[in-house]
């Protein structure tokens, strides 16, 4: 049992203390009344008061951490029973670390196995987790539900009938990875590379995959970082080549998130256990939401803008700070490029710092606050009062912009560049309570074998229509097959739901069913999804407690690795028993990536001939097939301070892991860019006395600055590029600097008379995971349901009271739900949350029950689908006594299906936010109704290609050599006439 507790400034929600220690806390200074005496002497009671000293350990644990079992006790860990401890019930654990699955976050958890039943009986936070530190929010310990659900896929299914029938029958591992690795060889023997796709929903792995595929010589990787955050990375990456900020929120003094970064945003336990100790130590925080939040209505500051002029209200900061001298000049003259813009963009004048900050000022000049106010509604004395405070905060300014802005709008990736350039201006730049880039916190591995680079580039993802794309335009995947621009042979989806979580879900569902354009869909995922109702293949793999895993992620300023394990399994080591393959320990055969891979890439090359297995023979043991273990073995021995740590304790790395669960191996990683270049990388390096960068073997690796040779950053400067050439070359010379882009939601493209809104629909609410939370009982029984938020003002229009029902059209059709009126939302804009109207046809059976709505879909002619909810949520019949008590019948309604693609033309972020139209419901529409037309979504597909301009670029390039990729192919595959 957990409780999570508010301290007394009600500032730390995310807490948890377990009950053992609750009752100590509550029961201390009780004394018996006489009835309980009473109850007692007459044993109608247990005796509470009298009994000898309490025989359970104490939880304690050096240092500030005092709620936690110690970890020499973990192999048996003995606590009395929630429901029995008046008797002194006593059970024992064996205390296993892993992390948490449920967000990218990959907080610790603690599994306490019941050593009489071997069975997980509840997660808590792991203290030794440098990122997490204990702490988790609802999702971590809800885990124990998703390993519980009555509903999981246990046996790898295989479709029986038409794709999409709902039939399936039990199949073997062996057969499976027979039937996948024959497909798989046979594309490669005739050099059909490209046909095969894994397409990534919750990632992890750290290089897992990159090695899988490269070893296989697939340009294969896909993920959905385009519905997601590639308009933040790009706008991140295009200022210092990193893709994600990493604030040092807890030692900051003023703190600005554009979202509601602190309860749901990205790596958001992580992130808001110290945003909040940021602010318990005086920090300030603003945020910019159109949506009262709870995280805005925790803040000092809210800024309801209105969405798409975020890049205005912070340019108007820009320009406040500029004016009033609130700017770094020891840092701007150092770090950023400003002699390279002057002499590219400004030849007229001399090229000096001073002229530099006159340049700006003037270019700047434009963006008044009341400019700002004009566009996005904050008033100006709050724009003008928050910029004086970031330039206060001067190197303690830290900021965030992950989804949000950045991911809803035309152009939202330069929100994320406007934001950071406030973080240059302040030079808080990874300082001690600045924003660091994202690698400095990132651990990387080192492998015990790097198969080469693959020689292919594969058009299905990157097409050359947009060459900038941060990521894979993945959202367009439907389209592209549909014009027929390639084909996929074998496409593994790994915990990734796109007919529900993308934009457009009928096309994907188009495209699924097509055995044409996709010969094998194998699903991979620990629970039932929509789109795993349209594969061939449904195998299920682990949540987080079933499954190896190693994560490192940039939750504050230092750097971590975690080890997510099998905790059965490792239960089973203890107890004595080994065991070759984790869906020994597994529920039914419930298995894993890690060793499904190994065993696939051994089975795709059975003669050794395609030079595959030897990427998958042991370090340790001469011809032999790599064991998982002997996998993070290696890693984990080649991290020599967690080697040193480990030999301290007599274990060995691998085993240190197992024991903690998570190392730290930097406690803080504060300016990275000014490590000297080692001997070596100076040695036959070259200096360019104009510019003082360093290179060698044609590929710049420093610069020299005040006489030292510095890393500085990933960028063709190694400085932070306010001015970008990049962006000329790849001909957006609009885009040279940081600038306000309109959004496609701008009012001037609306029309408000005839209903017209902006819809923000990406929002989420904290306890819920994208789609994997229906399998779930507690997180959906707290948030089940998503209607429209729409302001008083705006219902009044209306004629609209809470509860309802509209038509929300969007452009390709239309959806039914609820509203919900509220002063919580700016004027003029309506919004309503990503996460609810999960669904499943009555073909599909069983599965997820506590949250999927029973719905039919209709094709009701070429391209125009209607779906309609047959029943909502209702009580089902299972092992788990909850399933009867269920009350709640709504399961919201799914919006995403009803929007069509919207890749941004620079960035490929699908640009979320809708232009809709709100009318009242008609008379014949129910709750939850959806009508979408293909046909339409197909060309505005269309409309949105024709605002590319697509590569080649200099020298033929198809994407600047300096941007990263996923899964990197080989240099030559870049110049489009190599390949
Ligand atoms: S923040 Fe993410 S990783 Fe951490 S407990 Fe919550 S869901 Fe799990």
């Known amino acids: 049992m957990v409780f999570i507790i508010l301290n007394k400034y009600g500032l730390k929600p995310l807490s948890v203390f377990r009950w053992p220690n609750y009752i100590e806390i509550m029961s201390y200074k009780h004394s018996p009344t006489l009835i309980e005496k009473v109850a007692e002497t007459l044993k109608i009671i247990p005796r509470l008061h009298s009994e000898p000293k309490d025989e359970i350990p104490s939880l304690t644990e050096p240092g500030d951490l005092t709620d936690y079992p110690p970890p020499e006790q973990w192999d048996d860990w003995v606590e009395y029973e929630a429901k029995g401890w008046a008797k002194k019930q006593k059970k024992h654990y064996s205390i296993i670390p892993t992390t948490c699955f449920n967000c990218e976050s990959a907080c610790g958890l603690l599994a306490y196995v019941d050593k009489e039943n071997g069975k997980i009986r509840k997660f808590e936070g792991n203290p030794y987790h440098p990122g997490s530190r204990g702490r988790n929010c609802a999702k971590g310990p809800a885990t124990i539900n998703q390993i519980n659900d009555p509903e999981r896929i246990l046996y790898p299914l295989k479709r029986v009938g038409k794709r999409g029938e709902g039939k399936w029958e039990k199949v073997s591992w062996e057969d499976v990875l027979d039937d996948i690795a024959g497909r798989i060889r046979k594309a490669l023997q005739e050099k059909r590379n490209n046909e095969i796709v894994y397409h990534v929903g919750r990632p992890g792995h750290e290089g897992y995959m990159d090695r899988v595929l490269k070893s296989w010589g697939v340009d294969g990787h896909n993920s959905h970082t385009n519905i997601c955050s590639s308009g933040a990375r790009f706008g991140y990456n295009i200022w210092h080549g990193d893709d994600r900020p990493s604030p040092d929120y807890a030692n900051a ?3 600005l998130l554009i979202s509601a970064h602190l309860e749901s945003g990205h790596y958001f336990n992580p992130h808001a256990q110290r945003i909040m100790e940021g602010m318990m130590s005086g920090a300030k925080l603003a945020v910019m939401d159109p949506r009262l939040s709870n995280t805005a209505s925790m803040a000092n500051y809210w800024m309801p803008s209105y969405p798409g002029s975020e890049a205005a209200v912070l340019l108007a900061m820009v320009k406040v700070m500029l004016d009033e001298g609130l700017y770094n000049e020891e840092y701007l003259k150092t770090w950023v490029n400003w002699d390279q813009y002057l002499t590219k963009e400004h030849p007229e004048v001399e090229c000096s710092f001073e002229n530099f900050i006159d340049t700006l000022k003037k270019v700047y000049a434009d963006y008044t606050p009341e400019f700002a106010e004009r566009e996005s509604g904050v008033k100006t004395v709050t724009i003008v009062e928050v910029a004086r405070l970031i330039g206060k905060a001067g190197s303690r300014f830290a900021c965030h912009n992950w989804r949000s802005a950045g991911s809803g709008n035309l152009g939202g990736w330069a929100v994320a560049r406007c934001l950071h350039f406030l973080t240059v201006l302040t030079g808080s730049v990874g300082t001690v309570g600045g924003t660091s880039p994202s690698g400095w916190n990132k651990f990387k591995p080192i492998f015990f074998d790097n198969p080469p680079a693959q020689k292919f580039w594969n058009e299905l993802h990157f097409p050359n229509e947009y060459p900038l794309a941060f990521f894979e335009m993945s959202p367009l995947l439907p389209h592209f097959l549909k014009e027929g621009r390639g084909r996929m042979e074998v496409y593994f989806t790994r915990v990734f739901n796109p007919v529900w979580t993308y934009p457009d879900g009928f096309s994907w569902i188009e495209a699924l069913t097509d055995e044409e354009k996709i010969g094998l869909h194998v699903a991979m995922t620990p629970t039932w999804n929509e789109t795993a109702y349209f594969a061939d293949y449904v195998l299920p793999m682990g949540h987080a407690s079933e499954r190896h895993d190693i994560n490192s992620y940039e939750t504050h300023s230092g750097m971590w690795i975690a080890f997510r394990q099998p905790v059965l399994r490792e239960a089973a080591r203890r107890a004595g028993i080994e065991t070759t393959f984790t869906y020994e320990t597994n529920p039914g055969e419930v298995w894993e990536e890690d060793e499904f891979w190994i065993e696939l890439s051994w089975k795709i090359d059975p003669d050794e001939s395609l030079g595959i297995r030897k990427h998958f023979k042991s370090p340790y043991r001469e011809g032999e097939k790599i064991t998982v273990d002997e996998y993070y073995r290696f890693i984990f021995e080649n991290i020599p301070e967690l080697k040193e740590k480990a030999e301290n304790e007599g274990l060995s790395a691998l085993d240190y892991m197992k024991k903690y669960g998570a190392f730290e191996v930097e406690k803080t ?21 104009k510019s003082d960068i360093v290179s060698k073997n044609g590929k710049n690796i420093g610069v020299k600055i005040g006489g030292k040779t510095v890393t500085g950053f990933p960028t063709p400067s190694r400085k932070q590029e306010f001015f970008s050439q990049t962006m000329i070359d790849w001909k957006w010379p609009e885009y040279t600097i940081p600038t306000y882009i309109k959004s496609h939601v701008h009012p001037d493209k609306l029309d408000i008379e005839k209903g017209e809104f902006p819809l923000v629909p990406t929002f989420r609410l904290p306890v819920l995971i994208h789609s994997r939370s229906t399998n779930a009982k507690w997180l959906t029984e707290i948030a089940n349901r998503n209607p429209i938020w729409i302001h008083t003002s705006d219902a009044a229009r209306f004629k609209l009271k809470t509860g309802d029902l509209v038509r929300v059209n969007t452009e390709i059709g239309y959806f039914v739900d609820k ?56 009580p089902f019949d299972s092992d788990d006594a909850d399933s009867s008590r269920i009350f709640w019948s709504d399961g919201g309604v799914h919006q995403n299906i009803t929007f069509p693609v919207h890749p941004d033309p620079t960035s490929g972020m699908h640009c979320w936010h809708q232009k809709v139209r709100l009318e009242r419901a008609h008379d014949d529409d129910k709750y939850g109704d959806i009508f979408v037309d293909t046909d339409k979504s197909f060309a505005i597909y269309k409309q949105w290609l024709a605002m590319t301009r697509p590569a080649p670029g200099p020298d033929g390039l198809r994407r600047p050599l300096w941007f990263p990729r996923a899964l990197r192919p080989d240099d030559d595959t870049y110049y489009i006439d190599k390949q």
């Open 253 to 255: 003094n003023f703190i």
């Open 669 to 689: 990683s504060y300016q990275k860019n000014l490590k000297e270049l080692s001997p070596t990388d100076v040695e036959g390096s070259k200096v360019d006395p």
């Open 819 to 874: 509203v919900w009126v509220t002063e919580s939302i700016k004027p003029g804009v309506l919004a309503c949350s990503h996460h609810l109207g999960r669904w499943r046809r009555p073909e599909d059976g069983k599965g997820n029950s506590w949250g999927t709505n029973l719905v039919s879909i209709k094709n009701l002619e070429k391209g125009k689908w209607k779906m309609s909810t047959i029943r909502g949520i209702k």
